[in-house]
């Protein structure tokens, strides 16, 4: 398998509930970013993980959590959401932190109910 | 700060028709310059790139040349397909200034058979 790969695919939560995407990247990249797209909205950066540290949190609210167990992993864990939440979740990694191209993963779509 | 402006859309064109996407950057230095592709239900794909003024980015029909007297980046393709339709993302990256990548808003394009 190779590339970028988001599980799951599509997600349907309540508010009340906590749920995890998962991330996994095959590229030997030391990289790795979270991203929310929605609707009508420029793509929003949300966290940046280099040698599995965070070295950015773009002002996200706390019922975001990320977590990146290895460079190959990134997880973002969900929890007490809002309807406003929803949208398209992305992952992408890089050979590194900087001006490097970034590679995508399908996202996943989050909808809260 | 760094920013994109790309043009806005939908863009509709019938196919074997030519393909302009506008895209112009503010930066302070020397970024890289990126369009990415993300065809429906997917994520973003890397299409061209180019790193340097005057070099010519180009994949799959598809060309960008780095101008950096009109610090422009226009997408271009002599013929498009009906499997063109997708929505494309002009980018840059500037190395030590915050090694983020920074996206346009997206211009969705659709091409008519």
């Known amino acids: 398998e190779t590339g970028v790969t988001q599980t799951p695919r599509h997600l349907v939560m309540g508010m009340t509930n906590k749920k995890s995407l998962k991330c996994e990247q095959h590229?030997?990249?030391?990289?790795m970013y979270w991203y929310k797209q929605s609707a009508k909205k420029p793509l929003e950066l949300m966290f940046v993980?280099?040698?599995?540290?965070?070295?950015e949190n773009n002002s996200v609210p706390s019922r975001f959590s990320p977590e990146c167990p290895n460079s190959s992993h990134l997880f973002l864990h969900l929890h007490t959401l809002q309807p406003e939440d929803s949208a398209l979740y992305l992952c992408?990694?890089?050979?590194?932190?900087?001006?490097?191209?970034?590679?995508f993963g399908p996202g996943t779509r989050l909808t809260v109910t | 700060g760094d920013s994109v402006t790309q043009m806005e859309g939908p863009v509709t064109l019938s196919e074997e028709a030519f393909l302009t996407i506008n895209c112009t950057y503010t930066?302070?230095?020397?970024?890289?310059l990126f369009w990415y592709v993300q065809y429906p239900g997917e994520g973003l794909q890397l299409l061209l790139k180019?790193?340097?003024?005057?070099d010519k980015g180009s994949n799959k029909g598809f060309e960008a040349t780095y101008r950096k007297e009109t610090t422009s980046f226009h997408l271009e393709k002599g013929s498009v397909q009906v499997s063109d339709s997708a929505v494309y993302f002009c980018?840059?990256?500037?190395?030590?200034?915050?090694?983020?990548?920074?996206f346009g808003k997206g211009t969705r394009l659709h091409i008519l058979p």
């Open positions: 180019a790193t340097k003024a005057d």
């Open positions: 980018a840059l990256s500037e190395w030590n200034r915050d090694d983020k990548i920074i």
């Open positions: 992408a990694s890089s050979q590194a932190r900087g001006a490097y191209e970034q590679y």
């Open positions: 993980y280099s040698l599995e540290e965070r070295v």
């Open positions: 930066a302070t230095g020397y970024p890289s």
């Open positions: 590229l030997g990249h030391n990289a």
